[in-house]
């Protein structure tokens, strides 16, 4: 019997310094003030869980429900892409480690970005961990595997603050980890898309703030 030992990363913050708690949703990245724990609770696997295929994925998706006041849509200059959050419940992480978890649909129109390498139509993202790693499949109508992410990462988000202010449902949020500068510099015309989409995927009112569960995706 095989033991598998990995961190769960826990993050604490205050919003001293930062936006007003109406823009808490719209943060994107974990605020700069937050204090990293990784490491300070252990998480033990005792065996395996059989991998998910392309099949099972789009099946899950064709039969789940999805939040469309959570979507989030990019537009580009020839098309856009709608990210829209499954409703996964305060379980999802669990539920990720175990049986997998699917994150969100995503519908292109048009064409996309450079960085993006999927034609028009509908995929379904689906989160995975795989020998202590986490990857996401994208999945597309007929049930095949387009392309796999692995440096997707998984999040416990505390935020203590005072008031209400929150979008306290699964929703989207794309953010930046480059300047339109930075990524010019490092490829001529500039990536052309979002560098991450950010599914929170579980939200609750917790002592004097918030504890949310949230997934991070690389858009590339």
């Known amino acids: 019997m095989r033991y598998f030992a990995i961190a769960l990363c826990i993050f604490v913050c205050s ?24 490491g300070a609770v252990d998480l033990l696997i005792v065996g395996e869980t059989p991998l998910k295929g392309g099949d099972e994925i789009l099946k899950m998706g064709e039969q789940t429900k999805f939040r469309g006041a959570g979507a989030k849509v990019v537009k580009y200059a020839k098309g856009s892409i ?13 539920r990720a480690l175990t049986t997998g978890l699917l994150l969100h649909k995503m519908t292109i129109t048009g064409a996309p970005p450079g960085g993006i390498r999927l034609a028009a139509g509908t995929y379904y993202a689906f989160l995975q961990f795989v020998r202590g790693r986490w990857i ?3 999945v597309d109508g007929g049930g095949h ?8 990462i998984v999040r416990e988000l505390y935020i203590a603050h005072p008031g209400p202010g ?6 989207i949020v794309t ?6 500068a ?15 989409t950010e599914t929170i995927i579980s939200w609750e009112a917790l002592g004097a703030g918030c504890w949310s569960q949230v997934v991070c995706v690389p858009s590339t």
Not at 175 to 180: D, E, G, R, T, V
Request: negative net charge; glycine residues 12%; contains cysteine.
């Open 15 to 38: 919003l001293v310094g930062i936006p007003a708690p109406a823009q808490h949703a719209e943060l994107g990245a974990v605020p700069s003030s937050a204090t990293r724990y990784t």
């Open 82 to 94: 709608e990210y829209v959050p499954t409703e996964a419940g305060p379980d999802g992480i669990r």
């Open 136 to 138: 996401v499949s994208v």
């Open 145 to 152: 595997a387009r392309c796999l992410t692995y440096g997707a």
């Open 166 to 171: 929150h979008v306290k449902a699964p929703h």
């Open 175 to 180: 953010h930046q980890f480059l300047s339109a």
């Open 182 to 196: 930075e990524a010019t510099n490092l490829m001529p015309g500039g990536l052309g898309v979002e560098g991450w």
